[in-house]
Structures are given as structure tokens and as C-alpha cells.
């Protein structure tokens, strides 16, 4: 027997990334209208459209774009569940039988279980080849199959629950569940046929929504759902709980709210701000677009900014640095844009590259950008992922090339390790670079060789999602993100107060 486990009241995972908003389209592909699978393969996400279609969305630095992939097998088209190996494509179709596709001939072969089972849903064992986790909708249990020798072992599922989706990935098992329109997801440890219950969560912010499959991002811990709606039907989900605590380090000081001021209603997903010389404001979209706002952050000017190398259509577009006649947008790959003045809007005048890798020969990615105008430096800190991934502090000469690089360090006592905080927004002010972490919430203050020298907290309750940071004349502005069914978030003031 297995035990589904319903979550904790506070226990919920909320919108991260709007995947399928940012799906390019090439010439000739339908739009993804109608999912029924989903299955994520490194950087290839496959889709299932039962009766429809088979593609793929590929996920590049560079953005995302859907690819059909046409199944010559009309079984495998019109599967419940479906997941590729390689070149193998196993699948179910709601009845005793489990298929497998071999795509290099066309060839297909078949195991049929007992006469009282319906398939409906399948997870791939990676580390144990031609093993499958199963669920039996007809007996509303789980199956460990072993495709080998046909042998299987049988989790007789405890809890009034139906189940659309299971996913399995670095020995997690997840759980798609649905009881009393509540939508939950369990997860479990699974080596082989020995499986413990880890945790649940509620699913929150989408009401009315129907779920029907899942996917584990394991190198971030996301989780990828799909709906069967006509838009808006592959989402990434995070448990934003687990970005707040205490942190490895102690606080110095905090910050105490002043005022907040409300953005624009045509305002979306801010992810950059820049303080113009004139005390009016630059907000950057990760739509690709700028916002002209005046002093009390009212809406001036509107703008759509294109690169030449990059379709930055996809939430791509991170940090805003402006100038006397234009401005500089950095993506989170590390190309920078310099945008000019013209007639009709800006125009791309330049672009460069931030062509730096880490010490795995993996190109950072980047999430903010500060600004000295008096030398014209530059300064960035790649956002990076895990606590085991050196954070470094990057000096950029004016035309973006190197000139210096350093650790960040921190002397005094640490629980944990400081690689923990992420990089969501770049600020330099006084001979000082500023970092707001979304994780724990902190603004981290470093000097110009990479010493954190102060532990500022940030209540979540005052911004919960932090994208960028400002400082200017001793005060701290600070916006944040929003899921697509939630309002922009005002942009708030803080002043400094020592404990």
C-alpha cells in the first residue's frame, strides 16, 4: 500500500514561469492548443496533443520554440500518457497494454498486464532501464513494472483521490492528485520498489483550473504541469515557502518600509529599474519593454526594444542601466544591448557579449546590472543556482569586457553557505554593489572585491518576489514580481535602520 498524503494548509506551489506564453512559433507550426502529455528530456520538453499532434518545445538560452514531430504510429497519437527514452516512445492508452515505439524502424512490441487494470499514466525509471511506474485508474493503484522479465509490483493507493499525472526523476516520484477540485502534488522517494512519502503541496493561485500531467525539473526542483486549455497550458511551479528563512548569515540591519508606489495597470512581470540623473525612473519588463515613469513613478513613455541576435519575446530581458541618450539592457545570457534615442522610439546601436563561464565551463546567467557613471563601470553578480556554485563579483570595463573579477566572501560565522542567495537585482552606490537575493530575502552589501560587509533584511511581506534594486542618496527602492493572475506589485521605498 502507498499513502497519498494530503499537504499541510501552508504547504503550496505557485506560478514560477508561464512556459507556454513564452513559446516561439516557426513558420508552419500550429500553435500548442490541446496538451495531454508533457515529458521533459533535458533541454526538450515532448508534447502530446492526443489526436492532434506530437512536438517538442526546445529550451535554449536563447528562448524556447515549439517543433512538431510527427508519430507514424496511430496508437502512440492517441496515448493517455506518453514518455520518450532515446529513441524509444513508451506509452498507454487506457486499457491493460503497455506500448513501446522503437523510432528508428517503426517497430513497435507490446506488454499486456491483467485483464482488470486501465492504464492511464506512465513515469520512466531512468536509473533502472525498462522499468515503469504504471497507474491503474480501474484498481487506483500504482505499478512497478518490470519490462524485462514482465514481473510487477503492485502499491494499492490509500487516500479518495484521482490521479492525472506521475513523474519520476533522480529517484523522486511525483504525484498529480486531484480531490474536491483541490488540485495537490506528493512527493516520494523511490529507489526501485522502496518508496517514502517526502512532502505535498497544495496547488495555489489557480482556481478553476484542470490539471493533467507532470514533470520534475530536478536541477532548479520546479515542477512542470500541463492543462488541457486552449492557452496558457504548460506552467512552471516553485514552492516559494521554501526561499525564505533565516539564510547562513546573521543580519546587521533592515530595511523599514517608507512609501510604495503603485505601477501602471498596463505594467507586467517587472524584472529591472534604473534612477535617471533627473530623479525620473526607467522599468524594465522581461517582455522586452521599457517604461518611461516620472518622479513619483507615473507612466511618461512606453517602449518595445528589439536585438538583433535575440528574440527577447520570451522573458529573457533582466536589468535596465540608463544614459544621457539612451540606455543598456542586459539578458539573462549575458547580451547586452545599447539602445539609442531616435525619431520614431530607440534603436539597437550595439550589442555585446558577456562571455564568461564558470568553473564547470558553463556560461552564467545574469539577473541584474549596477552602474558607476563617474568611471563608467560596470558591476553584475551572475545569478547563480546552487550552494556549492561559486558567486562571484564581475567589474566590467565600459565596453563590457573584464576587469575584475572576484569571489564573494564573507569573514564572519556562516550557517550554511553564502553560494545559498541568489541574485535577482544590481545596484552600485558610494563604492558599494548591492545585491537583493529573492531567496531568503536579503540585500546583500559588497565591496569592490567581493566581501559581503552587510546582511540588510528585507520582510517578505513587503516585497515577496524581489526583481531589482535601487539605491540612491541612502535610500532603497525595490521591485517585485507577480504571477499572471496577480496584479503588479507596487514599487516600495525603504530607508535603512540599524537592530
Given at each position: 500500500?502507498?499513502?497519498?498524503?494530503?499537504?499541510?494548509?501552508?504547504?503550496?506551489?505557485?506560478?514560477?514561469?508561464?512556459?507556454?506564453?513564452?513559446?516561439?512559433?516557426?513558420?508552419?507550426?500550429?500553435?500548442?492548443?490541446?496538451?495531454?502529455?508533457?515529458?521533459?528530456?533535458?533541454?526538450?520538453?515532448?508534447?502530446?496533443?492526443?489526436?492532434?499532434?506530437?512536438?517538442?518545445?526546445?529550451?535554449?538560452?536563447?528562448?524556447?520554440?515549439?517543433?512538431?514531430?510527427?508519430?507514424?504510429?496511430?496508437?502512440?497519437?492517441?496515448?493517455?500518457?506518453?514518455?520518450?527514452?532515446?529513441?524509444?516512445?513508451?506509452?498507454?492508452?487506457?486499457?491493460?497494454?503497455?506500448?513501446?515505439?522503437?523510432?528508428?524502424?517503426?517497430?513497435?512490441?507490446?506488454?499486456?498486464?491483467?485483464?482488470?487494470?486501465?492504464?492511464?499514466?506512465?513515469?520512466?525509471?531512468?536509473?533502472?532501464?525498462?522499468?515503469?511506474?504504471?497507474?491503474?485508474?480501474?484498481?487506483?493503484?500504482?505499478?512497478?513494472?518490470?519490462?524485462?522479465?514482465?514481473?510487477?509490483?503492485?502499491?494499492?493507493?490509500?487516500?479518495?483521490?484521482?490521479?492525472?499525472?506521475?513523474?519520476?526523476?533522480?529517484?523522486?516520484?511525483?504525484?498529480?492528485?486531484?480531490?474536491?477540485?483541490?488540485?495537490?502534488?506528493m512527493l516520494y522517494n523511490a529507489q526501485g520498489t522502496e518508496v517514502e512519502h517526502a512532502q505535498s503541496w497544495y496547488l495555489s493561485g489557480f482556481?478553476?483550473?484542470?490539471?493533467?500531467?507532470?514533470?520534475?525539473?530536478?536541477?532548479?526542483?520546479?515542477?512542470?504541469?500541463?492543462?488541457?486549455?486552449?492557452?496558457?497550458?504548460?506552467?512552471?511551479?516553485?514552492?516559494?515557502?521554501?526561499?525564505?528563512g533565516d539564510g547562513p548569515l546573521e543580519d546587521d540591519t533592515e530595511l523599514e518600509p517608507v512609501k510604495q508606489f503603485d505601477l501602471d495597470d498596463?505594467?507586467?512581470?517587472?524584472?529591472?529599474?534604473?534612477?535617471?540623473?533627473?530623479?525620473?525612473?526607467?522599468?524594465?519588463?522581461?517582455?522586452?519593454?521599457?517604461?518611461?515613469?516620472?518622479?513619483?513613478?507615473?507612466?511618461?513613455?512606453?517602449?518595445?526594444?528589439?536585438?538583433?541576435?535575440?528574440?527577447?519575446?520570451?522573458?529573457?530581458?533582466?536589468?535596465?542601466?540608463?544614459?544621457?541618450?539612451?540606455?543598456?539592457?542586459?539578458?539573462?545570457?549575458?547580451?547586452?544591448?545599447?539602445?539609442?534615442?531616435?525619431?520614431?522610439?530607440?534603436?539597437?546601436?550595439?550589442?555585446?557579449?558577456?562571455?564568461?563561464?564558470?568553473?564547470?565551463?558553463?556560461?552564467?546567467?545574469?539577473?541584474?546590472?549596477?552602474?558607476?557613471?563617474?568611471?563608467?563601470?560596470?558591476?553584475?553578480?551572475?545569478?547563480?543556482?546552487?550552494?556549492?556554485?561559486?558567486?562571484?563579483?564581475?567589474?566590467?570595463?565600459?565596453?563590457?569586457?573584464?576587469?575584475?573579477?572576484?569571489?564573494?566572501?564573507?569573514?564572519?560565522?556562516?550557517?550554511?553557505?553564502?553560494?545559498?542567495?541568489?541574485?535577482?537585482?544590481?545596484?552600485?552606490?558610494?563604492?558599494?554593489?548591492?545585491?537583493?537575493?529573492?531567496?531568503?530575502?536579503?540585500?546583500?552589501?559588497?565591496?569592490?572585491?567581493?566581501?559581503?560587509?552587510?546582511?540588510?533584511?528585507?520582510?517578505?511581506?513587503?516585497?515577496?518576489?524581489?526583481?531589482?534594486?535601487?539605491?540612491?542618496?541612502?535610500?532603497?527602492?525595490?521591485?517585485?514580481?507577480?504571477?499572471?493572475?496577480?496584479?503588479?506589485?507596487?514599487?516600495?521605498?525603504?530607508?535603512?535602520?540599524?537592530?
Open positions: 500500500m502507498l499513502t497519498l498524503v494530503t499537504p499541510e494548509n501552508d504547504a503550496t506551489l505557485v506560478e514560477d514561469l508561464p512556459i507556454s506564453l513564452y513559446v516561439d512559433y516557426p513558420e508552419g507550426e500550429q500553435k500548442i492548443d490541446g496538451v495531454t502529455s508533457i515529458d521533459l528530456n533535458g533541454s526538450q520538453l515532448n508534447v502530446l496533443q492526443a489526436g492532434k499532434e506530437y512536438g517538442y518545445i526546445k529550451i535554449e538560452p536563447e528562448g524556447q520554440s515549439y517543433h512538431s514531430s510527427p508519430l507514424d504510429y496511430n496508437d502512440a497519437n492517441t496515448a493517455t500518457d506518453l514518455e520518450r527514452q532515446d529513441n524509444l516512445i513508451w506509452f498507454v492508452s487506457a486499457d491493460n497494454t503497455l506500448h513501446q515505439l522503437n523510432l528508428d524502424d517503426n517497430s513497435a512490441q507490446s506488454w499486456t498486464l491483467a485483464n482488470d487494470k486501465t492504464l492511464t499514466e506512465l513515469a520512466l525509471d531512468e536509473e533502472n532501464p525498462n522499468r515503469v511506474w504504471l497507474y491503474d485508474q480501474a484498481n487506483h493503484e500504482l505499478v512497478y513494472f518490470n519490462a524485462t522479465d514482465e514481473t510487477s509490483t503492485e502499491f494499492k493507493l490509500v487516500g479518495d483521490h484521482a490521479i492525472t499525472g506521475v513523474a519520476l526523476a533522480e529517484e523522486q516520484l511525483l504525484i498529480l492528485a486531484n480531490s474536491k477540485e483541490e488540485y495537490m502534488v482556481e478553476g483550473k484542470q490539471f493533467n500531467d507532470i514533470e520534475l525539473e530536478p536541477e532548479e526542483g520546479r515542477v512542470l504541469l500541463s492543462t488541457p486549455d486552449p492557452e496558457n497550458n504548460i506552467t512552471l511551479v516553485a514552492d516559494k515557502n521554501a526561499m525564505l498596463t505594467i507586467a512581470q517587472p524584472s529591472g529599474l534604473w534612477s535617471q540623473q533627473d530623479g525620473s525612473w526607467l522599468l524594465l519588463t522581461d517582455q522586452a519593454e521599457v517604461f518611461f515613469l516620472d518622479v513619483d513613478f507615473k507612466l511618461a513613455e512606453h517602449h518595445k526594444i528589439e536585438y538583433d541576435s535575440l528574440n527577447c519575446s520570451q522573458g529573457c530581458t533582466e536589468a535596465v542601466v540608463g544614459g544621457a541618450d539612451g540606455f543598456y539592457i542586459l539578458a539573462d545570457t549575458g547580451l547586452v544591448g545599447h539602445f539609442n534615442k531616435t525619431d520614431d522610439g530607440y534603436a539597437l546601436s550595439k550589442e555585446f557579449r558577456l562571455d564568461f563561464t564558470d568553473e564547470n565551463n558553463q556560461p552564467y546567467e545574469y539577473s541584474g546590472l549596477g552602474h558607476d557613471s563617474t568611471t563608467g563601470d560596470f558591476f553584475t553578480v551572475p545569478d547563480q543556482l546552487g550552494e556549492d556554485e561559486q558567486d562571484v563579483l564581475f567589474i566590467l570595463n565600459s565596453d563590457f569586457t573584464l576587469k575584475e573579477k572576484h569571489p564573494i566572501r564573507y569573514t564572519g560565522e556562516v550557517d550554511g553557505s553564502i553560494n545559498e542567495f541568489d541574485a535577482q537585482g544590481v545596484s552600485y552606490s558610494d563604492g558599494f554593489v548591492y545585491v537583493v537575493s529573492e531567496k531568503f530575502t536579503k540585500v546583500l552589501k559588497l565591496n569592490l572585491t567581493g566581501e559581503i560587509v552587510e546582511v540588510i533584511e528585507l520582510d517578505s511581506e513587503d516585497v515577496f518576489e524581489p526583481s531589482d534594486i535601487v539605491v540612491r542618496n541612502g535610500q532603497f527602492y525595490i521591485t517585485g514580481d507577480h504571477e499572471n493572475d496577480q496584479p503588479v506589485p507596487p514599487i516600495t521605498q525603504f530607508n535603512i535602520e540599524k537592530e
